[in-house]
């Protein structure tokens, strides 16, 4: 890629207000991090496909790149080899993932739009991971319902990361939970919301967070109570919530 003009590089780096992608009080602290540690480390296919995702109209659905960074250590930590990703547009986390499997790792893959997927695609394959993908277009509960029905399903998974429709948040974790092994994690996104969680009831916020703040304020209460999975929450982008299975 040719180099930009120092102004230019950054408004492309950082196309989206960071303060929908942190909860950091200080956009400059954000940038710092940024700057200091993830573009630094970030694999040029990965910056590629930030880029793509950053032009799209919806590209504030895309991971943050420092969550990103962790998810991608988390998986090397665990030696993970077979994942799930529940919703994956342009699949900026999914390459992330794909690059911290060894070669012969797995990932099932849902997102219900794949026309978002196929924007990052050529990025995927170019950086000679996407044989590790195995994308279904369509909801992920009718396939976690057969898979959990399946001896040889259960507890097969390392790892997996949720950042999909909100309201299924619980319904995920009931079926997730079987599928993944004793001390593999589950990965749930945006469980802070926008700070919304621990707004009162009466405090104004855009209709897109209060319609969705239940679901989210569910999920954090049913977890911090699953005696089946020791827990995180992290306040890392917007809230991510790791799951630990126990038993």
């Not at 694999?43 to 590209?59: D, F, G, I, Q, S």
């Not at 504030?60 to 994942?83: S, Y």
């Not at 000679?128 to 992920?140: L, M, R, S």
Request: charged fraction near 25%; hydrophobic fraction near 40%.
């Amino acid at each position: 890629m040719a180099n930009a003009p120092e102004d230019e590089s950054r408004e492309q780096e950082n196309p989206t207000d960071h303060a929908q992608k942190s909860l950091l009080k200080s956009d400059a602290l954000y940038q710092y991090i940024l700057e200091t540690s993830v573009y630094p480390r970030e694999p040029e296919c990965m910056k590629e496909l930030r880029l793509v995702t950053a032009k799209h109209p919806w590209n504030g659905m895309a991971a943050a790149a420092d969550e990103v960074q962790f998810l991608g250590m988390l998986l090397k930590v665990l030696n993970a080899k077979n994942t799930m990703e529940i919703g994956v547009y342009t699949g900026y986390s999914l390459l992330a993932t794909a690059l911290a499997l060894p070669d012969d790792g797995k990932i099932l893959a849902f997102d219900i739009n794949r026309e978002n997927y196929e924007l990052g695609l050529p990025v995927l394959k170019k950086a000679g991971v996407a044989h590790k993908i195995d994308f279904h277009e369509g909801p992920a509960l009718p396939v976690l319902d057969q898979m959990v029905h399946d001896e040889k399903h259960k507890g097969s998974l390392d790892f997996v990361f949720v950042d999909a429709d909100k309201e299924n948040y619980l319904n995920y974790h009931k079926r997730v939970l079987e599928l993944v092994r004793v001390g593999g994690v589950i990965g749930y996104d945006n469980t802070l919301w926008n700070g919304s969680v621990a707004a009162p009831p009466e405090a104004p916020l855009p209709d897109h967070v209060r319609r969705l703040r239940g679901p989210i304020l569910e999920l954090n209460k049913y977890v911090a109570a699953d005696p089946r999975v020791e827990i995180c929450q992290l306040s890392i982008a917007d809230g991510l919530t790791l799951c630990r299975r126990l038993s």
